[in-house]
């Protein structure tokens, strides 16, 4: 099982191409408000994760997710590490 | 920061939009015609977008059964159908559904989003899993939110992404609805339902397809995507409006399984809220009456639908993926979505516009739907429309 740091690494992965110039992706980078992820763009960042981890990650924890660091911790809450 | 901040970003379109003269979220219908005209915001136009897909608003055996019941039960019901809004009307619609889908169940709501909206949050809550195509209707995803299932999205279409994710599900899948729609409301393309059954024969689950815009259009008796596809058996609960095909407003849910007559009284959409009129009832008994009475209904609806989307295609405009009685035409750019939908109007054509989020992706729709009550002239006024928007540039 992917443990937190291999989640954040494959989100970080998944975010670069919107870490546009002068913005530094880091644990802190909120999704919507800072790296300007439209609500589908979300879904498909979603779409991406459980596909490469082979897990499901239900709509509902969106709600709590602004950060990377939310997501990372989310992904490692309903698929935890060894 | 206060409660209204939120809503900013809609007042800022809002004041675009009326800085630009241009009135198309809740265009105003000023005088309705015929069943494809009306002046809308000032200008006749052809209806190119009021999902009238059979035409039947405006039929006398309609609008007779109707002023009957007016006469005959009054205004309202008052009531929700679980106290004192039962009429013997709304139990001979809900039977006169059952027979016509070949159901033993039937369940008539007020509204179509109430009845979307009611199963999707009922069937599945706080533990069982919810499996939905991505392009599903807001009804859908609001009901969804709004049971406390676990929600899980496939890729819109994609029986293969639908299969990777029942998998992942494992023993869950006791507990796992599957909601498709027929046609779908914003492209008119049609769900490879026939593959998306193999897939939950494969693994198990319930599966409800909303036919809101495939009804009265596809299969032998006009019953949706899941009778043309033949896998009508495979389909545990079928959801729908009569605000569409049946020209009226309300909504439906039919299945074979006998516990939806105890799930009815569980659906907080179906016990909270007043029944449908007399008039609404008694228009959609006779619509569904005539639409069974009418197949060449269905025809002349595809041959509009084929002529629209040649048409359009014919001129280079980016249509959606299948003829369908919903032709889609993609505009990248959302100013020119805008400025396109104005002129369409001041040309003739009334069609909606449609932006993120409410489009399937980040570009904006013309969003057309044919009518079987189209002339082939009409249609090609409506193409024409097309043409001279395409073809000048500025506002007349």
Redesign the interface.
Known sequence: MPDYNEYLERIFDVLKPFAKQGILLNEASELVTELGLTSLQVMELIEQLEDHFDMSIPLNILPDIRTVHDLAQALEKLNPGS | MSLFDKFQPIADIQAELQALGVMPFGAVTEKLLSSTEAIVNGHQVILAGTNNYLGLTFEPECLEAAKKAIDELGTGTTGSRMANGTFAEHVALENELAEFFDRKHSIVFSTGYAATMGMGSTLAGPGD?IVLD?DSHASIYDGV?LG?A????F?HNDPADLD??LR??GDRIDNTLIIVEGIYSMMGDQAPLAEIAEVKRKYGGLLLVDEAHSLGMLGEHGRGVAEAAGVEDDVDFVVGTFSKSLGAIGGYCVSNHDQLNAIRFAIRSYIFTASPSPSVVASTRAALRLMQERPYLRDQLWANAHRLYDGLKNLGLQVSPEVSPVVAVTIKDRNQAIDWWNRLLQHGAYVNLVM??ASP??DSLLRCSVSAAHSEAQIDRIIDAFSTVQNTTAVD
């Open positions: 899993v991505a939110r406390g676990d929600v899980i999205r890729r990777k994710r992942r599900l993120p989020p992706t980040d």
